[in-house]
C-alpha cells in the first residue's frame, strides 16, 4: 500500500471519527436523561480527541500549508 493511500484512510478514520462524535452530540442533547447526557458528552469527546489524533497522524491535508506560505510578489515600476 502506498503511502498515499494510507493518508487518505487516516484522513477517512478522521472524518468518520468526527461524525461518530457529532452523533453522540446530538444525543446527548435529545436525551432526557441528565446522566445519560453526560456519558454522551464524554464519548464525544473521546471521539474528537481520536479524530485530532487521526488527523495528526496522516499528516497536513494537501493544499492546507500552500496558501499560508503563498507571498504577494512587488512589483516596480
Known sequence: MG???RKLIKLSRAELLHERAA???RLAI???DPGFSEK???LA???EA???QAALQAGP???FGEASN???QHQTG
Open 3 to 5: 503511502r498515499t493511500k
Open 23 to 25: 452523533f453522540c452530540k
Open 30 to 32: 435529545g436525551a432526557g
Open 40 to 42: 454522551l458528552q464524554a
Open 45 to 47: 469527546d473521546e471521539y
Open 50 to 52: 481520536e479524530a485530532a
Open 61 to 63: 491535508q494537501p493544499g
Open 70 to 72: 503563498t507571498r504577494p
